[in-house]
């Protein structure tokens, strides 16, 4: 089964460099987000969020990861500000700390998938994981 990633980030620039890195990795992207409101209407095509803290809209990244969860999305939030989610976002994966290496996001993106199907995976170490 094909992974379907949403990535919702407000930058541009940083939206398509993950498009590239998530395409590279045979994943299908199901949108690019930059508020709540389009994540959460893209929400129902998303096997995987790839979420930034502060949009658009403001920092409404951790309530958005928590309900991506809610609908059994793996989340893992990327951003310049991880302790805006140091006590982690119920439902989600964790943290990875922006600037973001593609190594890393294949890596991230990787632990998640392998997480949704019910394998084990290796944490990538820039990944800060969330306690279940």
């Known amino acids: ?40 209407a893209a929400a129902p095509l998303a096997d995987i969020a790839l979420v930034d803290i502060n949009l658009s809209d403001g920092a409404t990244g951790p309530e958005i990861g928590r309900k991506l969860a809610e609908k059994g999305i793996a989340v893992i939030f990327m951003t310049a500000n991880p302790e805006a989610v140091s006590g982690g976002v119920e439902g989600t994966l964790g943290v990875v700390h922006k600037p973001i290496t593609p190594r890393v996001v294949r890596e991230t993106l990787k632990y998640a998938a392998s997480r949704r199907t019910g394998q084990l995976a290796a944490v990538p170490s820039e990944l800060r994981v969330f306690q279940a």
């Open 1 to 40: 089964m094909n992974q379907k990633v949403l990535i919702v980030e407000d930058e541009f620039l940083i939206a398509l460099d993950l498009e590239d890195v998530v395409t590279s990795c045979g994943l299908d992207v199901v949108g690019i987000a930059n508020s709540a409101d389009r994540a959460l």
